[in-house]
Structures are given as C-alpha cells and as structure tokens.
Nanobody, 119 residues
Framework: QLQLVESGGGLVQPGGSLRLSCAAS????????MGWFRQAPGKEREGVSC????????NYADSVKGRFTISRDNAKNTVYLQMNSLKPEDTAVYYC????????????WGQGTQVTVSS
C-alpha cells in the first residue's frame, strides 16, 4: 500500500532552518515527480516546490525561491525540503505528494507535518 510519511517539522525562530523529509513505502519513487505543498490556517493548500522523477528539474513558488531547496534520494525512496531563512508566513502544515509529473494531478498525499515559525 502506497504510504508517504513526513517528518522534520517543528517550531523555529524567524531566520532559522528546518529540513523536512518524506519517506515513501509501498511503491518506488523513481518514476514519479514529488511535490511539497503547504496549508496555513484559513488558507487554501498551495504548491511550494516540485522535483521531477530523475531530479533534473525543480520548480518553486515565488514566495520560497532562494530560500527552499527540494531534493530526492531515489535509493532511499525519500524526498527532502531544506528550508532556510524561515519567515512567520511560512507557518503551515507541510504535505508531500506523489505526482505523475510536476503541475500534474496528485496521486497520493502524506499526512502532513507542522512547521511553526515564531519568536
């Protein structure tokens, strides 16, 4: 059974860093794009970043460009989101997702991990 488990969220001060991980089981990531999304209280879920199946292409929301980096290790069946220079407006539940291709439909979601940026 396909399962995605996020980890690495937590409370961090503005300007700090976190690295989120998304471990997949029940299937192989090799053939799929992977994305990170987030949902803040009272707001719609939004795309944050996406990486192609072979890692050769990435894209980012304008709000996180230059601060966040997505990567993947297909041997470990894991995708990462390195988040630097965090801002209070980055506070949200972060979800990883499996997609056939970036900007395509989501095939599966993780359960989410909370990121709170506050002093």
């Amino acid at each position: 059974q396909l399962q995605l488990v996020e980890s690495g969220g937590g409370l961090v001060q503005p300007g700090g860093s976190l690295r989120l991980s998304c471990a997949a089981s029940g299937f192989t990531l090799d053939y799929y794009a992977m994305g990170w999304f987030r949902q803040a209280p009272g707001k719609e879920r939004e795309g944050v970043s996406c990486i192609s199946s072979n890692g050769g292409s990435t894209n980012y929301a304008d709000s996180v460009k230059g601060r966040f980096t997505i990567s993947r290790d297909n041997a470990k069946n894991t995708v990462y989101l390195q988040m630097n220079s965090l801002k209070p407006e980055d506070t949200a539940v972060y979800y990883c997702a499996v997609l056939n291709y970036c900007r395509g439909p989501v095939r599966a979601w993780g359960q989410g991990t909370q990121v709170t940026v506050s002093s």
